[in-house]
């Protein structure tokens, strides 16, 4: 059974800090990996998504990078801003024996002071 | 616009009257997928479905029911709530199931007293 886990749970930067966000899966057999934000009572909003076959993805100040091999994926931010204060996500796609399932990591909550 | 709409977006019922979360995407996705979001829980997958008449259980399916009769539609269906049930749902699609960029619904949080 696959199973995510993000460390840390919990992040506190001051803003314009450069940070990682880490995501570790325990079944290489993915199709790919996705992470997500999601503010208070609100719901998830899609950031990158990267396939198995690649190595990372970039999407303005954030960058991802997924080793599946080592089953691990990390999301950078660049020159955090207190509008980043969120929860952050990852999903793993599973293939193999678990095809079709996405399995969520806890989540990292994240806050940026300004 | 592209979206996923879920609904009802709040509601509170008793324990034991049957309900039906709706569920409608108009992106012509193949994958659809139901949710449930707990503390300390995290998002866990409840059905799942590839195509029309194609569903599958995830990894809290109990006292779930799914049907996909039409590829823009997935309700879920509590048959006979239990408090333990109590939570907030999220429907989530996806172009199709390997390469697909997942997208969320706003969420239903359900209580059951």
């Known amino acids: 059974k696959q199973e995510v886990t993000q460390i840390p749970a919990a992040l506190s930067v001051p803003e314009g800090e450069n940070l990682v966000l880490n995501c570790s899966f325990t079944d290489s057999a993915i199709y790919n990996l996705q992470w997500f934000r999601q503010d208070p009572g609100k719901g998830l909003t899609s950031l990158l998504l990267?396939?198995?076959?690649?190595r990372e993805q970039t999407s303005g100040r954030l960058n991802a990078s997924l080793d599946k091999s080592s089953g691990r994926s990390t999301l950078y931010i660049a020159a955090s801003q207190p509008g980043d204060s969120a929860t952050y996500l990852c999903a793993v796609r599973s293939g193999g024996t678990s095809y079709g399932k996405l399995t969520f990591g806890q989540g990292t909550i994240l806050t940026v002071h300004p | 616009e592209a979206q996923v709409t879920q609904n009802p977006r709040y509601l509170i019922t008793v324990t034991g009257k049957k309900l039906t979360v709706t569920c409608s995407q108009n992106m012509n996705h193949e994958y659809m997928s139901w949710y449930r979001q707990d503390p300390g829980l995290g998002l866990r997958q409840i059905y799942y479905s590839m195509n029309v008449e194609v569903t599958d259980k995830g990894d809290v399916p109990e006292g779930y029911k799914v049907s996909r009769k039409e590829k823009r539609n997935f309700p879920l269906i509590l048959e006979s709530p239990s408090p333990n049930q109590t939570s907030l749902y999220f429907c989530?699609?996806?172009?199709?199931?390997?390469?697909?960029?997942?997208?969320f619904g706003e969420g239903s949080r359900l209580t059951v007293l």
């Open positions: 990267i396939q198995s076959s690649q």
């Open positions: 989530a699609s996806s172009l199709d199931l390997t390469a697909g960029e997942l997208f």
